[in-house]
């Protein structure tokens, strides 16, 4: 029942822990010395050697070992096809004050995201993008819901997260020494002809529903459009942060030779 809870937002924060699920991850979580307080596994899982190794780990940092039916992972992580082993994992966030943007870098902050699949997948491609860190301003969507840890692939415990309120952020903004290039479907600044080298960047995004706000949209450096053929009023939120990042990493690695 307690783990069950910490599909609800309330259960998350109670504890402070997230469930994630898949060998896989659970192995990922804990190279990347992420803490582990519980691991479940399936019976039909028992014996297997990697299940055997984490279930060690597990107990060694002082978590509980569960073996439980396929029945109970299905019903705790609401699945017809679960996956054999979950990790419930201590939360952790990266705190803004500790962020300190170093030259080559680029942020990603996102202004009120609400759909949990669009920041999971912001966070596995600013991850993909060797981008170094996810900012949340103002009232997001919770970064370690099922749903959205899920969606990053495993690539939340190899991409910090930070939140802020735009008060914050701006106050962050003015210390840190960055540039920041918000995205706006009025933006006077063609998205290519920017110079992501100058400065450590941050590309600002706006909510899916109602875009940047004025007064965060007011306080950017740049007000960058992606220019768009077509019907479509906007790109979807996740696509244009995509589009952003491989933007900046692209004229990034004119610095350096490609890897
Ligand atoms: N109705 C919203 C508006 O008026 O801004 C649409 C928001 S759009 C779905 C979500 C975010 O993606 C925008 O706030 C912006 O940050 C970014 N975005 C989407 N398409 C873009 C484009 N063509 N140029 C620049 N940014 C874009």
Redesign the pocket.
Known sequence: KDIKNLTQKKGREETGTFMAEGLKLVIDALELGWTIRTLVYAKNAKGKPLVEQVATKTVASGGLVLEVTEKVISSITRRDNPQMVVGIFDQKWTPLRDIHPQEGQTYIAL?RVRDPGNLGTIIRTADAAGASGVILVGDCTDPFSLETVRATMGSVFATPVARATVDEFLAWKKSAGVSVV????A?SVD?RTIDYKRKPTVI?????????PPELAAKADQL?????QGRA?????A???AV?LFEARRHLLELAPVK
């Open positions: 202004d918000a995205t706006h479907l933006g998205y600002l995004m706006g909510n899916e529903q109602s875009g940047l960058a459009r992606i220019p768009q009023d906007s790109l979807n939120l696509i244009a942060t952003m």
